[in-house]
């Protein structure tokens, strides 16, 4: 009987945020010293409320857009119970039926085409070091972003695998999400094994699945042992969790398979649900597109000249790099901008990107004007300022708690809300220290 094997895949990919996906804890945890990077969020502990990173939901949109996904305009997170003692809250925040991404599809080489099932957005958990008859716990890795890629079970060969997830670390590494280093456990890979009879149709009513595999090289070895040990013991099919044993390149069966009813997925009752406006998703295809497309030797240079003299942001480089207008105007604008109207880098760009000022037709200086003017900082009304941070804090006494408890982000909370109450940009330093200054 001749057989065709049926992978799926699940990979994890760390992203690279500054901060963790719920809290505010640094999220840059390799190699620092155990439980130094943690709060009440990530360790679990009662009353600590989740806050979602950003900056992280929008990389996860801009991987599934990458892998051309259809992003969902509702989505929501959900809890995934279940007991580890490296899960501190009893539970995971991940997503279960409204992920942000899904649908999408990447090309193999030999052009068959394989479906994306599903990206989606989860946090990560603590880390089990084993030492001698003691079990440690370091919590640095608990709760920082972690992007679930699930593919459909197109793949017939360790080979079409490996492709696939070289590709998978260039997208992401091209988009500058995540450093995608197999040794330091940025990518986390479980391929799931069946086997098709000759002329089946329909899947088969099993599969098997082997746990996180953290190098390419392993990914090909362990597909290649379960397809042989399939084949081999037909009747050593079934439904189960195992793991790759590298001395002796076997597959071990851990436990039989969870169904996901297991896990008694419910909505995150701390997290609202997400609706995404259609300009906003149009804007990250936008900078997805921007950041995928090959760029010629020139614009890979000029992009990282941009970055590195002027901090704009990644995608704004790479937008101005490509574009010889936005180039042009931007190289003759951003010099004198910053040197004689004070004219914030990004500034520039972004008037130059979204077109807020002519790019021909007049001069760098003319241009560098209108652009200091649309992004001056207003005088304010002292007392009208004091009136307005008056109101603000009365509204939000427990903002204010918070900081007194020792929650700096607070403060830029209340910053926020005093700004939102001014039609016209105003200088952020001086509402910050005004409020300080009521507040203590
Ligand atoms: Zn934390």
Known sequence: MKYTPVIGLEVHVELKTNSKMFCRCSADYFGKKPNTHTCPVCLGL???LPYPNKKAIEWCLMIGLALNCEISLFSKFDRKNYFYPDLPKGYQISQYDEPFCKNGFIDLSNKKRVGIRRVHMEEDTGKLIHEGNSTLIDFNRSGVPLVEIVTDP??????????YLKKIQQIVRTLGVSNADLERGDMRMEPNISLKNEGQKELPKY???????NSFKLVDKAIEAEIDRQTQNPGQRFQATMRYDEKTNTTVTMRLKEEAADY???P???????HWQQ???????????VMM???SEEEERTQELLIKFSPISPVSAATIARDPKFYSSYGGTASIGKDEFGTPYQGTANAIINQKVPLVGISDE??????????????VDEDELNKTIDEVLKENKSAVEDYKKGKENAIMFLVGQVMRMFPQKIDVSKVKASLLAKIK
Do not use: H
């Open 264 to 266: 008694r997925y419910f």
């Open 279 to 289: 300009a906003y998703i149009e804007k990250l295809k936008k900078d997805a597109k």
């Open 46 to 48: 009662p009353g600590a």
């Open 207 to 213: 599969r098997i699945e082997v746990k996180n595999i």
């Open 154 to 163: 197109d793949f017939e060969s360790a080979g079409e695998v490996v492709e």
């Open 366 to 379: 003319e241009r560098a004007k209108i652009i200091a003017d649309l992004n001056r900082v207003s005088d």
């Open 268 to 274: 995150e009752p701390d997290i609202p649900p997400f």
């Open 293 to 295: 497309d090959k760029p």
